[in-house]
Nanobody, 122 residues
Framework: QVQLVESGGGLVQPGGSLRLSCAAS????????MGWYRRAPGKQRELVAT???????NYADSVKGRFTISRDNAKNTVYLQMNTLKPEDSAVYYC????????????????WGQGTQVTVSS
């Protein structure tokens, strides 16, 4: 069983910072891309940032220059450093990872975390 557990959300004032973490655990053979998505009330889920196992990154235009995604492959963990937060960044943030399970090494499965709330408000 593979699990993604997120942490680090909360309430912050505009202009502030937060750091999200997401740790993958369980029977894992390997992890390919990892990423963060978000869903604001009344909106569809959108990509925030992704990072490959080799460290290549991709960002939504709305967060470029403010957010930084990184990962620690030894810890199976992905991070999202969010700076200069804006009210429009308020959303539930979800971690995603494309994982090859140890019991199915010819498969790749997308796993999702439970979500963590980020609220940017004064």
């Amino acid at each position: 069983q593979v699990q993604l557990v997120e942490s680090g959300g909360g309430l912050v004032q505009p202009g502030g910072s937060l750091r999200l973490s997401c740790a993958a655990s369980g029977s894992i053979f390997s992890i390919d891309a990892m990423g963060w998505y978000r869903r604001a009330p009344g909106k569809q889920r959108e990509l925030v940032a992704t990072i490959t196992s080799g460290g290549s990154t991709n960002y939504a235009d709305s967060v470029k220059g403010r957010f930084t995604i990184s990962r620690d492959n030894a810890k199976n963990t992905v991070y999202l450093q969010m700076n200069t937060l804006k009210p429009e960044d308020s959303a539930v943030y979800y971690c995603n990872a494309r994982i090859t399970p140890a019991q199915a090494v010819f498969s790749r499965v997308d796993y999702w975390g439970q979500g963590t709330q980020v609220t940017v408000s004064s």
